[in-house]
């Protein structure tokens, strides 16, 4: 972070001095003040919560009055919760109908400026998500208790979206390519002037449209918090109590799924330019089966039929294990040996002692047995912890393969075939690509420093951070393989 930048964490209450500029506000927290981004944060719903303690008077009947004036300051609450959720879709539904009549409507009428393909690549499958969202706004209208509005059941409506939601999986992860699209048009005076007419024509406010086309990313990572705020003032007596307590657990699974998928397909990058850096490489691609490193290592390979050993390093990737050979010379540069096919295959571990299949004494080894062909691969470690570490990559490897047939997970061939040309214009450069923060991150100039306060003040709530990857690291780690 720079000197002026504010630290923060999910859950801490930001008071904003200055808002003026729309996407960095200067606030203040208990640590210090400081810039930080406005899509980060969250408006609170109530300004002023008054403590239970508050509400509470002395004394028999004063206790029992005061038992009453908290709990209707609860209900008070939980109405305005439901009243935040509800307003906040339906100016969603607003904004997303902008977005698809307004712009995508106008780029279609315009056949020689874009192409179907040009459109998908800027708008994703936002006409999806709008149609999606229609359909959970009636259901939760349908279940809003106009009379008495802490009494709505909300919950049962994201449950019954929940799967859904999972459309926002594919805006999230093509919304980078969408930043570079529009980032290239934004150099042509034509494109510039047409989206801005787009913007005017549909009365939307003065925001670019790569603002606009952040919301949805936004949208999706909010529902965890309002559910949260939700249950807060929701009595576990309440009968949509367990409903949005189940809600929550969902939304935040599938937050954790779409951040999953994400991370996933920014590495497909890194394995393809792994790869390239591979010398002698035979056979089909990695992305074309895999898009994870499991675990990588040097193991001891025996071979039949003289039982001659050989040391090579492997990389464990989903579906497939990959051996190479190291240079002589050279230790940083790999050979290609070959791959084992990881489904269908049976892991056995051996007993330190003479491996009956060799006829040779083995220690800390372990067998890829395929039971369809009967192909084996005698495999030992140097020491006993390395093959308990390896005994446990290759049932992770397993489980990560059942969870993406669980969830659909899977890369498309216009992903792959965009990773390897990524990756042999990095390689025909002779040096690695700069890794850049997606579009919408990238670092901005500060606004300068507000000359005075404005009066009114407000609070906002931070935003979970995105667990890192930790990819790169686990493979550069272990060794150099830039040539």
Request: glycine share 4%.
């Amino acid at each position: 972070m720079d000197d002026q930048e504010l630290g923060f964490k999910a859950g801490d209450v930001i008071e904003v001095m200055d808002a003026t500029n729309r996407e960095w506000w200067w606030g203040r927290v208990a640590d210090g003040e400081g810039w930080f981004p406005a899509s980060f944060v969250r408006l609170r719903v109530n300004q002023d919560e008054p403590a239970d303690d508050e509400a509470l008077r002395t004394g028999d009947g004063g206790a029992a009055d005061g038992g009453a004036e908290a709990q209707s300051s609860k209900d008070q609450m939980r109405t305005n919760v439901i009243n935040e959720i509800l307003s906040t879709e339906r100016d969603y539904i607003k904004h997303l109908r902008d977005i698809c009549e307004g712009y995508i409507r106008q780029c279609r009428k315009r056949a020689d400026m874009f192409s179907e393909e040009q459109l998908r690549t800027i708008f994703g499958n936002i006409e999806d998500i709008y149609r999606c969202q229609k359909a959970f706004v009636k259901a939760l209208e349908q279940r809003f208790n106009r009379e008495r509005p802490h009494l709505s059941e909300l919950g049962a409506c994201f449950l019954e979206h929940q799967a859904d939601f999972q459309i926002y999986s594919e805006y999230c992860n093509n919304h980078p390519n969408a930043c570079v699209e529009l980032s290239r048009l934004a150099k042509l005076s034509k494109y510039v002037y047409f989206f801005e007419a787009c913007r005017l024509l549909q009365k939307m406010i003065d925001i670019s449209l790569d603002g606009f086309l952040l919301t949805p990313v936004q949208k999706i990572c909010k529902y965890p918090l309002q559910l949260a705020e939700l249950l807060k003032y929701t009595h576990p007596q309440h009968r949509d109590f367990k409903d949005v307590e189940a809600a929550l657990h969902a939304m935040k699974n599938v937050a954790q799924l779409i951040n999953e998928r994400k991370r996933r397909l920014e590495n497909i990058d890194k394995i393809a330019q792994w790869q390239s850096s591979i010398e002698d490489w035979e056979g089909e691609d990695l992305l074309v089966r895999s898009s994870e490193l499991i675990y990588s290592g040097e193991l001891t390979r025996v071979t039949q039929p003289q039982a001659k050993s050989q040391q090579r390093m492997f990389f464990l990737f989903d579906h497939q294990l990959i051996y190479c050979k190291k240079d002589l010379l050279r230790r940083d540069v790999l050979y290609y040996k070959g791959r084992v096919d990881m489904d269908g295959l049976e892991v056995v571990d051996l007993e330190d002692g003479k491996d009956r299949d060799l006829h040779v004494s083995v220690k800390n080894a372990f067998r890829l047995l395929c039971g369809t062909t009967g192909e084996s691969h005698l495999l030992c470690a140097r020491k006993p912890e390395q093959k308990q570490r390896w005994l446990k990559a290759f049932a992770r490897e397993r489980e990560q393969v059942r969870l993406d047939q669980e969830t659909g997970f899977s890369i498309t061939e216009l992903q792959r075939k965009q990773a390897m040309l990524n990756a042999s214009k990095q390689q025909a450069t002779g040096k690695p690509k700069a890794l850049s923060r997606p579009y919408y991150l990238a670092r901005q100039k500060h606004p300068a420093l507000p000359a005075s306060l404005p009066q009114q003040q407000v609070l906002v709530l931070a935003e979970p951070k995105r667990k890192p990857s930790t990819f790169w690291h686990s493979i550069s780690r272990l060794t150099p393989f830039r040539k």
